[in-house]
């Protein structure tokens, strides 16, 4: 492997590895959030979705090696994909509207569309997008069913960094070898 591909793979880790990171602090202060005022979450919630988008289509760009022709691609599946999450996140807040469920839960379902929406997207631009929606599937289930539960999850999300982190500097130690 070449020294100039060897930095490029390193600048490519430390920015999705800073990209995972502000994502998984967004995450809990959006968690945060819901707990103590479920509108204030929900409107979080729908602004994090089209970070997330943008985020996703950042990391496509830079794996895209700056190939006009190859973002052009991924910026319309990711339009298209993070769209079509916006639009189910509609239909969620239609059925809040009509009154069926409640606003607290109406911030939980989006987390979850979100936390699907990102999972998904993880399995074009990388692993660590998924496991950022990996965190947020759990934290909205742990969030409903523990008390204490945002020093749970920024125990997770410090374990989820650690381990990126270990599992990079493990790969390359082993491509150097």
């Not at 793979?9 to 959030?33: D, M, N, P, T």
């Not at 979450?41 to 090696?65: C, E, N, P, R, T």
């Not at 599946?77 to 606003?103: N, P």
């Not at 410090?158 to 493990?170: D, K, P, Q, R």
Request: hydrophobic content about 60%; charged content about 15%.
């Amino acid at each position: 492997m070449s020294e100039d591909i060897l930095i490029a793979e390193k600048k490519r880790f430390h920015i999705e590895e800073a990209i995972l990171i502000l994502l998984l602090i967004l995450s809990l202060v959006g968690i945060g959030i819901m707990d103590f005022s479920p509108a204030d979450g929900y409107g979080y919630w729908l602004i994090m979705m089209l970070l997330f988008g943008l985020f996703a289509m950042i990391i496509g760009w830079i794996q895209s090696k700056h190939r006009a022709d190859d973002f052009k691609i991924i910026l319309r599946e990711q339009s298209m994909h993070w769209a079509t999450s916006l639009l189910v996140v509609g239909g969620a807040f239609l059925i809040h509207q009509s009154g069926r469920i409640a606003e607290e839960d109406a911030g939980l379902i989006i987390l979850l569309i979100l936390s699907l929406s990102t999972i998904l997207d993880g399995l074009r631009v990388g692993w660590r997008f998924s496991l950022v929606g990996l965190f947020l599937g759990v934290a909205a289930v742990v969030s409903v069913y523990t008390p204490h539960f945002l020093w749970i999850e920024l125990g997770i999300a410090i374990l989820i960094v650690a381990v990126t982190i270990a599992w990079e500097l493990w790969m390359e130690k082993k491509a150097q070898s």
